[in-house]
């Protein structure tokens, strides 16, 4: 039977603004958290283009993180997929390169960057039909926590470019619900999804009246996810499939060294 569906209606919107919104209050509340440990020291000598500060230490990043799932159970009518909302954060450490890497020639030097992420979807597909040889309706829920090793191939200035790969562990809930049948069932699975990708982001450039513009830029991902293994109930899809994001991005990173920036002026003053 062909699977449709009318619309997605996802309430988790509102729900990921809170924790954007609550997120940033806790870094300004307690701006010691966020302030990384990134200390400039000799600098490299570069022929090429501009000196650059070489980083010592660890550098604290997170972000949040829109993406966009391909599902095999939705579908407009002519048959084709829509995409599924994802909403999910990342936090994590930018570490330094132990050489030199001429691709990395920025004043935000990196290697790579690695941590943790969290997302989740809630989901309800209104359409009866979804499940095989029924008239009953679903509403998905899916969390999905991860641990990714971001590589950068590319970091100049304002514009990179870095290839992602995720390991998670997934939960799927179920809720069917039969209004004919009067029945009511809630089915639960995990799955193991293992994600590869390529990201290309862009940063607004450093004004010096304002410097928040640089806080800010766009991002563009796409990938594929894999499910290495999946303990659900028949009636729930492989979660195999492509996915995407386009949207704005916030370098936490850029705030919190120059709050430090800020901090060593104020004491200069003293």
């Known amino acids: 039977m062909e699977n449709t569906i009318r619309r997605q209606r996802t309430s988790g919107h509102y729900s990921f603004c809170g924790i954007y919104i609550l997120f940033l209050l806790t870094l300004l509340a307690f701006p010691g958290f966020a302030v990384p440990k990134f200390e400039t020291g000799l600098m490299v000598a570069d022929t090429t283009g ?6 010592k230490s660890l550098t ?5 993180d829109q993406r ?3 599902f095999n159970d939705t579908r407009t009518e002519d048959n084709r997929r829509v995409p599924v909302s994802v909403y999910g954060i990342r936090a994590g450490f930018l570490f330094p390169p ?4 001429d691709a990395l020639r920025s004043g935000r030097s990196a290697s790579f960057k690695a941590g943790a992420g969290f997302y989740f979807v809630n989901q309800r597909l209104d359409r009866p039909g979804l499940l095989p040889n029924t008239s009953e309706s679903v509403t998905r829920h899916l969390r999905i926590a991860t641990v990714y090793y971001e590589r950068y191939l590319l970091r100049r200035q304002s ?15 179920y809720e ?3 209004e004919q049948a009067e029945k009511y069932e809630v089915a639960r699975g995990v799955f193991l999804p293992l994600g590869v990708g390529v990201s290309a982001a862009y940063q607004f450039p450093t004004v010096r009246w304002l410097r928040p513009l640089h806080w800010f830029g766009l991002n563009f991902l796409t990938g594929y996810r894999f499910i290495l293994k999946r303990d659900v109930p028949e009636s729930q ?10 949207g704005p991005s916030f370098f936490l990173e850029n705030l919190t060294a120059d709050i430090k920036r800020w ?5 200069n003053k003293r």
Do not use: C, W
């Not at 514009?159 to 809930?173: A, D, K, N, T």
């Open 50 to 55: 501009p000196k650059e500060a070489k980083p």
């Open 60 to 64: 604290f990043t997170a972000s949040t």
């Open 68 to 70: 966009f799932f391909f």
């Open 98 to 101: 132990s050489q030199r890497r």
């Open 159 to 173: 514009f990179e470019v870095s290839m992602p790969i995720e390991l998670g562990y997934g939960h799927s809930r």
């Open 176 to 178: 069917i619900n039969d």
């Open 237 to 246: 899809i492989n979660y195999t499939g492509l996915y995407f994001s386009v």
């Open 263 to 267: 901090r060593q002026k104020r004491k």
